[in-house]
């Protein structure tokens, strides 16, 4: 019998859960690094071989004592594997396989898929379209660039996730107050010119640096607007081999090949300018797409993100072929916002396309599925209107208190 491959994943937050019982499934020993924040969470413990808990406040922790940690457990289980399961964990990750010389995504790589500067660069690079962008190390180019690109513009923190700390601006005046208050920090900021549009995701698993899966979707409210003003966030896949499928997705595998990602899951978003029809890459991630998008994800194609990258993880250590399951080709929409009640009553939601109910404290979250695309549409813009009148509650977007 073949001796189990030893996987150490790494979770920032409460996720994943599919990944390590799919990965303890295959007969493989999982170890987890946490928060102890996240002690008292209902992490799949039965199919966790141990779980180890790092100080800090929130997505800190002191990397040299991590380093120590996971150097301590491999004198008696060498390791085949680190993950990281969520944005804030790459670099954690990348860290630990430097000095362990343990295969996968390295540091250099590993910034193409956290720092928003380093993306802009490398896809400009590949000749990969992108809107203009500056850095804000020096006061001569952001004058220039500033003088040269119309506003409105975002300030954009180069490694918070999501939308999380976008700043935008509308003048010159308004946008030195921004850098001038950010004092030394402000090289961890990337200025980009904002461009009104439709905003895709597509959410990709990938082996030996070919996309075995994509699925375009498009959000109907996306991060940044619920981030800044509140609301109902929606999403649904968009129509197979339509004008915007297929360039959305040729654009995909260019970030994909070139920002040097071998294995695993890909989250990546583009956006279609509303001036001149161009699809353009915004940013992309290593993981799973947050915001229970897998779900989404599932529903419409029958791929569960989680689990196949378990898979695709599973194979590449054990030298096994890896085989996609059927991709189903149907339609699906996802939508998630906050909610006034701790457990809301969603018996009201009661039309045969409903197919997952979020179970999240102080969320409503749906996902529905469908053979027909303006079926789900429908249902989507009728839900946001019964959520905004009976449950949505707006909370004001957080400071960031600390940029990574």
Avoid at 31 to 44: A, F, G, N, Q
Avoid at 81 to 88: F, R
Avoid at 152 to 163: F, G, H
Wanted: net charge negative; proline share 4%; charged share 25%.
């Amino acid at each position: 019998m073949e001796n189990p491959k030893t996987f150490v994943c790494i979770s920032n937050y409460f996720k994943g859960s599919e990944f390590l019982i799919q990965l303890k499934r295959l007969g493989n020993k999982v170890y987890l690094v946490t928060s102890e924040k996240l002690r008292d969470k209902p992490w799949p413990t039965e199919f966790i071989d141990e779980i180890f808990y790092m100080q800090g406040h929130d997505t800190e922790w002191n990397l040299e004592h991590l380093l120590l940690g996971v150097a301590d457990l491999m004198k008696s289980n060498p390791i085949d594997a680190i993950v990281a399961l969520d944005d804030y964990d790459v670099e954690k990750a990348t860290y630990l396989r430097e000095h362990l010389r343990i295969n996968g995504m390295g540091q250099t790589t590993g910034r193409y898929f956290r720092d928003k500067l380093a993306m802009r660069m490398r896809a400009k690079s590949c000749g990969i379209p992108i809107p203009a962008f500056c850095s804000l190390f020096n006061d001569h180019d952001i004058n220039t660039f500033a003088h040269a690109v119309s506003p409105p513009w975002v300030l954009k923190p180069r490694s918070e996730a999501s939308s999380s700390g976008i700043i935008k601006v509308f003048d010159i005046e308004s946008l030195w107050i921004h850098i001038n208050e950010m004092g030394n920090n402000r090289f961890k900021y990337v200025l980009e010119q904002f461009k009104l549009g439709a905003v895709f995701h597509c959410d990709s698993l990938v082996l030996n640096k070919e996309i075995l899966f994509s699925l375009t979707s498009k959000y109907l409210a996306t991060p940044m607007e619920i981030s800044q003003g509140g609301g109902v966030f929606r999403s649904s896949n968009i129509p197979y081999d339509s004008e915007d499928d297929i360039e959305i997705k040729k654009i995909n595998e260019q970030v994909i090949k070139g920002f040097g990602l071998k294995h695993g899951a890909a989250h990546t978003e583009f956006i279609k300018c509303d001036e001149d029809g161009q699809i353009y890459f915004l940013e992309t991630s290593s993981r799973v797409g947050g915001a229970h998008l897998s779900d989404m994800v599932e529903a419409a194609s029958n791929i569960n993100l989680w689990k196949e990258w378990a898979t695709i993880e599973d194979s590449l250590v054990k030298e096994k072929n890896y085989i996609l399951p059927k991709v189903n080709k149907g339609y699906a929409g996802i939508v998630l916002t906050l909610s006034k009640y701790q457990h809301p009553d969603l018996n009201s939601f009661s039309d045969p396309e409903v197919c997952f109910k979020i179970p999240l404290d102080y969320h409503v979250g749906l996902v529905l599925k469908s053979d027909n695309s303006q079926r789900i549409l429908e249902l989507l813009n009728n839900y946001v209107d019964r959520l905004l009148r009976d449950f949505t509650v707006v909370v004001e977007q957080k400071k960031v208190p600390k940029l990574h």
